[in-house]
């Protein structure tokens, strides 16, 4: 190692990444302990030692002016340092260049080199003043003349270091499937990246979303997408678990400060994903590396998915298809890179541009490029990326004004037996075309992509040691993130307390908080538990620099006193370590007393919040380690019997008029009938609207739904996906034979077979027909309507007839996603559900939205269901989706209910059919002013009669209705739409 220390800049940057700046001593001479451990060597020091030996010093400067790439001699000189207590990346070699000037170490330098070549002329010409000469006795020091000897060497005494990881620690998991997402936080300041372990997550840009994600801490929405296939078996699977979610001979997730990395294997390949934003640019870069294990050539096609959205993630969220609309994409030839903005719609929106680009490692990808920037032409109809039709076909390379704007760039490789090939899928954002195109420019080069591992890597370092991160503080800090994204019931108040009603976001604005941000709220009484305070801070300064911004509430339960000591220690606290986030402003820290809050706001603040930390219980890390209670799953199920399926008869064949290869009209053109065989979609979903003036829903031909209750808009009971090509359902009824163990829906969502489907839309009723597996299949859906009104309920009544020679035992299962609100990742942690004994049904409530907290939204079964549960995850399962549930491998549900679940309402209801015979049941999904009321509407529509006559006078008021006046013309169409159509569409 060079020699020459004194005090200098070193490695260390603050917020405005300015170098910081201390005084250096040589470890054995140094008075202060711990030199050893920050060795910084400044060439200006090394050149004042030109007057004292001038040859082992020019020695010393020549080599300082080797070290570095680029070396340590600049065009002005020497740069300041090389700080050697720190490294350029993780494993490397000791010693990060300080690349800055500082002019009084320059001018020392100059004169100690100008001292050296003329006989220190320069300290001649100083001790020539009188003033100084006056001085000069002091600088002659006698030697003592009597030396103490000691009795016995004696060794120094030092305290041992502390070994500190600054990269903190890594987690290494094999499953993707934990119970709730694990969440990691990249970020430069501007550019942030949130990645789960099973490869969900978002780019987002200032306030601005880049890639389209919505919180499901069930099913994990995934986010950047790269799908590998080999050509020659055509196995698909992706380079992290979701989407394809295909099975992997092994599966592991670390995520360190700077990167997150995945490795899996399947196929012929072993694939490594490594994430990283760069610290230099507005650049989120994807290093994937393919080893080819096999022991002959492989041939794979990789394409990438990005779903657009370039907009506040609420904006985007109220009403995705809109958003859409404003987006233009194209296609960068000379750099091979896709290119999008958003049109401003006023002066006051934030201009923003993205470009994603595949950069080989070597040269160029062999072959010609292909691009997709068209939503409906990657994923088709009732399609989800699972299985997408564009991993079947080539890609249009179809750019400009698409109705939904996606990313996505395809190439070919070869890689051969034990050989590997790596790429980067580079995303950037700029704010002007120019700028963006530049940054693609830059990024085309490899080199330049795995430099950003190098920045982001040396800029993870220099936070944690801003932050004083100690080891394990940073897993800690994450795992609190992802109860911030994903609330989970472990650091939440009782479901007592969630459950009782508050006066919602309003009892928050009194408190100076709006509530549009994620709420965490620390409750601490005594200032012995401080130290957990200073860790939430840290982690709340943690999660603003990696981009997620959050309110942190410090709820101060100290009993009124005059010095009030513990609020003068937090108030310090805050000053201290708030600066980056502010006090009293969004995404910053409110100090509240418990003493001035009133009990009501206390409990609606808590309702609100993310996560509830009670300081006295403990460090975060121990209050992070308490685990919930293991919730014992229902058996799973074991088809004891072995059957051979029988064929199922066709639908009956049915004349319509206008027929157009999918649908026409009956003959009285009261109802338009659509026709799906195998493989078969209309172009765009085909849907139905039923409603009366207290409720209504929306149906497609493939079953996919949406209710609401009195408002479409605020008063959602289940969810509106607003996705014309995947068209997915807020509720699904499942069909189990229970004998084989086979699953399938009677409608085409959420389960797709191969028998067909007949869907019949009208006035007030959709009716779906389908016959499979030897069982014919009605499914009638509508909202009753009379003249009083109608009803708040919609009804689903099921018809099975058995048509095979044996005797079935079915299950059937009823299953709603719940929102009771707007938007369910607002309203999810808010909903409480019940089982009512009395009524045999189960009741949801919305407890935190004071317009709606007394209303009851209801879901029950005629006859009453054998079993059920109000958890989403336990239904679905992690990163399962509807079309493959998890509760339909067990014998039955699970029977939860309560607060902070992610809420649904799930109905099993089991029959016995023998052959020949009809089974009838009725599914129903309300909403009531109360309990009593909601037990009335359960109780009367158990009775199959009652829903017969609901729904013939459903028909017969529609028929009343719009044959009030008539039309007679020539042309049969004409007549249909004008006696009926336009006019129930109308009204």
């Known amino acids: 190692m060079p020699w020459g220390i004194s005090e200098s800049a070193f490695s260390a940057l603050d917020r405005h ?76 070699a000791a010693g990060i260049m300080i690349h800055c000037y500082m002019a009084h170490h320059q001018g020392m330098s100059l004169l100690a080199y100008d001292n050296a070549l003329h006989d220190n002329t320069m300290r001649r010409r100083f001790h020539s003043d009188p003033r100084i000469r006056a001085t000069e006795p002091l600088l002659h020091e006698h030697i003592p003349e009597q030396i103490l000897p000691t009795t016995g060497e004696v060794q120094e005494e030092r305290p041992l270091p502390r070994a500190i990881s600054i990269g903190g620690s890594a987690v290494v998991t094999q499953t993707p499937d934990v119970s709730s997402p694990r969440v990691h936080l990249l970020s430069n300041g501007a550019y942030s990246v949130m990645v789960t372990n099973s490869g969900g997550g978002y780019l987002r840009w200032l306030d601005l979303d880049v890639t389209r994600w919505r919180a ?123 290119l999008a903005h958003r049109r401003l719609r006023g002066p006051d929106e934030q201009p923003i541009w993205a470009a994603h680009l595949m950069v080989p490692e070597s040269s160029s990808f062999p072959g010609t490029p292909e691009f997709e920037t068209d939503r409906a032409q990657f994923l088709g109809r009732g399609r989800t990326l699972e299985n997408p039709i564009a991993l079947s076909r080539s890609l249009t390379n179809r750019v400009g004004a698409v109705l939904d704007p996606i990313f996505s760039q395809r190439r070919q490789i070869t890689i051969l037996p034990n050989q590997r090939f790596q790429c980067a899928l580079v995303t950037v954002v700029a704010e002007s075309r120019e700028a963006v195109i530049g940054l693609v420019e830059r990024y085309a080069d490899f080199h330049t992509c795995a430099r950003a591992f190098e920045t982001a890597w040396t800029h993870s370092q220099l936070e944690m040691r801003r932050l004083h991160i100690r080891p394990g503080d940073v897993q800690s800090f994450r795992q609190l993130a992802a109860h911030v994204l994903f609330p989970q019931a472990q650091l939440r108040p009782p479901p007592a307390r969630l459950g009782r009603r508050s006066e919602g976001q309003r009892a928050l604005w009194r408190q100076g908080i709006s509530g549009d941000l994620p709420i965490v709220v620390v409750m601490i009484g005594h200032i012995r538990d401080i130290e957990v305070v200073r860790e939430i801070l840290t982690a709340h300064t943690f999660w603003h620099l990696r981009g997620l911004k959050a309110d942190l509430v410090l709820v101060n339960e100290e009993l ?44 609606a603040l808590q309702a609100a919040a993310r996560m509830v930390v009670v300081a006295s219980r403990g460090t975060l890390r121990q209050q992070l380690a308490a685990t919930t209670p293991v919730i014992a799953k229902p058996q799973l199920l074991s088809p004891g019997r072995q059957f051979r399926e029988e064929p199922s008869a066709p639908l009956p064949f049915k004349e319509l008029t206008y027929f157009n290869g999918l649908g026409g009209f009956t003959e009285d053109g009261k109802e338009f009938v659509i026709y799906l065989a195998p493989d078969q979609q209309t172009p765009l979903p085909w849907v139905n609207i039923m409603a009366n003036s207290k409720f209504g829903a929306l149906v497609s031909e493939s079953g996919a739904d949406f209710v609401w209750g009195s408002n479409s808009q605020n008063d959602r009971l289940t969810p509106w996906f607003n996705d014309p090509i995947s068209d997915p359902p807020g509720t699904a009824i499942y069909i189990r ?46 909202v009753p309507v009379d003249d009083a009104g109608g009803l708040p309920v919609r009804l689903q009544r099921l018809r099975l007839r058995n048509s095979s020679s044996r005797r079935r035992k079915l299950t059937v299962t009823y299953h709603a996603t719940l929102v009771l609100g707007s938007d369910p990742e607002e309203t999810g942690m808010h909903i409480v559900t019940k089982w009512d004994l009395q009524s045999k049904s189960l009741f949801a409530r919305n407890s935190y939205e004071p317009e709606f907290a007394e209303r009851i939204v209801l879901a029950a079964s005629a006859p009453a269901p054998t079993s059920f549960t109000g958890d989403r995850a336990a239904f679905i399962g992690r990163n399962r989706s509807l079309h493959d549930p998890a509760a339909m491998e067990h014998e039955r549900l699970t029977g939860d209910t309560g607060a902070g679940l992610d809420p649904c309402a ?82």
């Open 906 to 987: 799930a109905l099993q209801v089991v029959v016995e059919i023998d052959p020949g015979q009809t089974a009838e049941m009725t599914f129903l999904l309300g909403q009531a002013d109360d309990e009593e009321k909601a037990r009335a509407l359960v109780n009367r529509f158990r009775d199959p009669v009652n829903v017969e006559a609901a729904f013939q006078e459903t028909r017969h008021w529609w028929d009343r209705l719009l044959s009030t006046i008539e039309v007679e013309t020539p042309e049969h169409s004409t007549n249909f739409l004008l006696n009926r159509w336009l006019l129930y569409q109308t009204l």
């Open 560 to 603: 009124p006193s005059y010095e009030e000591p513990l609020a003068a220690d937090l108030r310090r606290l805050i000053e201290a370590q708030a600066h980056l986030t502010g006090v009293d402003q969004p995404g910053g820290v409110y100090l509240r007393s418990a003493t001035k809050i009133s009990k009501e706001e206390l409990i």
């Open 216 to 338: 499901d801490a069930t099913c994990d929405v995934p986010g950047a997408v790269c799908y590998i296939r080999e050509l020659e078996s055509g196995t698909i699977w992706s380079n992290t678990h979701q989407p394809v979610r295909s099975p992997e001979r092994r599966y592991t997730w670390s995520f360190t400060p700077d990167k997150a990395e995945f490795r899996r294997r399947s196929g012929p390949c072993e694939t490594f994903t490594e994430i990283v934003v760069s610290a230099e640019d507005n650049a989120e870069v994807r290093r994937v590396t393919l080893v080819n294990t096999s022991r002959k050539s492989c041939r794979l096609e990789l394409t990438t998915y990005l779903e657009l959205a370039l907009a506040p993630h609420r904006a985007d969220h109220a009403h995705p298809a809109f958003s859409k609309l404003f987006i233009e994409t194209e296609w960068l030839p000379h750099c091979k890179a896709l």
């Open 17 to 92: 990444n300015v170098y910081q700046y201390r005084a250096f001593g040589v470890p054995a001479l140094a008075l202060r302990r711990g030199q050893e451990q920050e060795v910084v060597v400044a060439p200006y020091a090394a050149a004042l030692a030109l007057g004292v030996q001038p040859a082992v010093a020019m020695k010393n400067l020549r080599r300082l002016a080797t070290l570095g790439n680029p070396p340590l001699l600049g065009d002005y000189g020497y740069y300041e340092a090389i700080d050697y207590s720190r490294r350029t990346e993780a494993g490397g």
């Open 737 to 782: 034979d229970d004998d084989i163990g086979v699953v399938w829906s009677p409608t085409p969502q959420p389960i797709r077979e191969r028998d067909a489907y007949r869907t019949r839309h009208g006035q007030g009723y959709t009716i779906f027909e389908h016959n499979s597996h030897a069982i014919e299949q009605i499914l009638a859906t509508f």
